[in-house]
């Protein structure tokens, strides 16, 4: 990994352990090598630092403006050549997505977040289909990722962290030959239900496992 993804990767690392959080990932070996644009949900600030500190692959993101705002984290966004966003400037929009079709075409992988903002919740929000163009364009894999526990960090607890189990799931890659005849929206509903029944098995598996915890063996 690049040194400067190091630091970022650590101090994500420490800040989601100084919370008492678990961060369980499955599907990493599926993440191919090169350039590939990452679609994931957004449950809250701290999908973030999950996908920095455990996907275990040098990213950068595609962010709405606001995050520049925050302290720490907006500096390694911009070292990591993040591109900031602004959806209420149709011209800067536009610049951001060529400048991060640039970037994938650089070798540099992404990820968008397509709700378009948190959802704080596990219940997802209609993906939009712009941020998709970035790998058309680029013609690079389509990496869907489901993320899940991190609201319960902050969105849910009223300005106070608070402690999770966090999920990251990476699931098969989307390669270019595999969307190449769907449309932005169709490429769209199809990544939010993939990410929806990942999201779905995961919820399941870890009820039989708390069941299976709970439930006392008799003779």
């Known amino acids: 990994?690049?040194?400067?993804?190091v630091t970022p990767k650590d101090v994500s690392q420490k800040i989601i352990q100084k919370t008492n959080s678990d961060v369980h990932v499955?599907?990493?070996?599926?993440?191919?090598?090169?350039?590939v644009l990452i679609v994931a949900?957004?449950?809250?600030?701290?999908?973030?630092?999950t996908l920095l500190g455990h996907l275990e692959k040098p990213i950068g993101f595609i962010a709405k403006k606001e995050i520049k705002k925050l302290p720490i984290v907006s500096n390694w966004?911009?070292?990591?050549n993040c591109v900031f966003i602004d959806r209420s400037d149709r011209r800067q929009s536009v610049e951001a997505i060529n400048q991060g079709i640039a970037n994938?075409?650089?070798?540099?992988?992404?990820?968008?977040?397509?709700?378009?903002?948190r959802g704080?919740?596990?219940?997802l929000n209609s993906f939009k289909s712009g941020g998709l163009k970035l790998a058309t364009k680029a013609n690079v894999p389509i990496v869907p990722v489901a993320i899940n526990g991190t609201y319960q960090l902050l969105e849910s607890g009223k300005g106070c962290i608070g402690t999770s189990t966090i999920t990251l799931t990476v699931i098969d890659p989307i390669y270019p030959d595999e969307y190449e005849d769907k449309t932005h929206r169709e490429l769209a509903a199809e990544i939010q239900g993939i990410i929806e029944n990942a999201l779905d098995s995961n919820a399941t598996a870890r009820r039989l496992e708390n069941s299976c915890q709970t439930t006392p063996i008799t003779e």
């Open 1 to 5: 990994m690049e040194q400067i993804f």
């Open 26 to 35: 499955s599907g990493r070996e599926k993440l191919p090598d090169g350039p």
């Open 41 to 49: 949900n957004h449950q809250g600030l701290f999908d973030i630092l």
């Open 77 to 80: 966004m911009k070292q990591l």
């Open 104 to 117: 994938l075409k650089e070798g540099r992988s992404i990820v968008i977040f397509p709700e378009g903002t």
């Open 120 to 123: 704080k919740g596990s219940k």
